[in-house]
């Protein structure tokens, strides 16, 4: 089946656009993930929905720096005034939650392709 | 969740097993050891998981050692595309169940 897809996949702004990334999960997958990833660092946690709900934000740099999934499957990751050390691959990754699961459970996490954005 | 070692980088020859180290010395009993793996301009990608018990799948197999402060990811075969990068991850089960990468190890397959 299809995977989870990002849009674009290149991004290029200059300092102080604001830009807006994509992220369609894999379909019936509870929840969805943001993660950063910097050259040649791994990738960085950034933010956390169960379905529409954004339950952990505590890996966003700044407030620059929102997501939103309104109808529990698409996300949007956005940046506002860009900066230079904002260039970064952006990667979203989705997981299947099952709640009736029992203990001990855990959800395996597919990821997308990434965004690679370069701010000039 | 715990933190893990891993190797810098290795090599591999191709066509051979490549067995990659990974230690988590400081490892509770509900957290549980990913391997993803990381190919140049792609996504990271699921590779297995384990809880205590080896575990082996069509990519990989895992091995954890009894006391589980170490675990190896054995690639039974090498080939060339399985160059990447390997991330060794520890995680608790349930909830916010974020990944924590660190800078994993990247794996050259040579032919």
């Known amino acids: 089946g299809a995977g989870v897809s990002q849009s674009p996949r290149y991004k290029v702004a200059k300092r102080g656009q604001d830009v807006a990334l994509r992220c369609d999960p894999i379909?019936?997958?509870?929840?969805l993930f943001w993660y950063q990833q910097a050259l040649g660092q791994g990738p960085e946690f950034l933010t956390y929905?169960?379905?529409?709900?954004?339950?952990?934000k505590s890996g966003l740099p700044s407030d620059r720096f929102f997501a939103e999934r309104p109808e529990g499957s698409v996300s949007t990751l956005k940046i506002q005034r860009t900066q230079q050390e904002d260039s970064a691959v952006y990667l979203c990754a989705s997981s299947l939650k099952n709640k009736g699961s029992a203990r001990g459970h855990t959800d395996t996490q597919y990821f997308g392709p990434g965004t690679r954005l370069t701010v000039l | 969740d715990a933190k893990t070692t891993q190797p810098t980088s290795m090599d591999c020859a191709e066509g051979r097993a490549a067995n990659l180290p990974c230690n988590h010395s400081t490892i509770s009993g509900n957290e549980y050891v990913y391997w993803y793996r990381q190919i140049h301009s792609q996504g990271p990608q699921y590779i297995i998981h384990?809880?205590?018990n080896n575990e082996t799948n069509e990519m990989a197999s895992l091995i954890i050692t009894e006391d589980r402060k170490s675990s190896t990811l054995i690639l039974p075969h090498a080939t060339l595309r399985d160059t990447a990068v390997y991330y060794c991850i520890v995680r608790v089960a349930g909830g916010n169940n974020r990944l924590a990468f660190g800078k994993g190890n990247q794996v050259v397959v040579i032919p």
């Open positions: 929905f169960q379905n529409e709900a954004q339950l952990d």
């Open positions: 379909s019936g997958h509870v929840s």
């Open positions: 384990g809880l205590k």
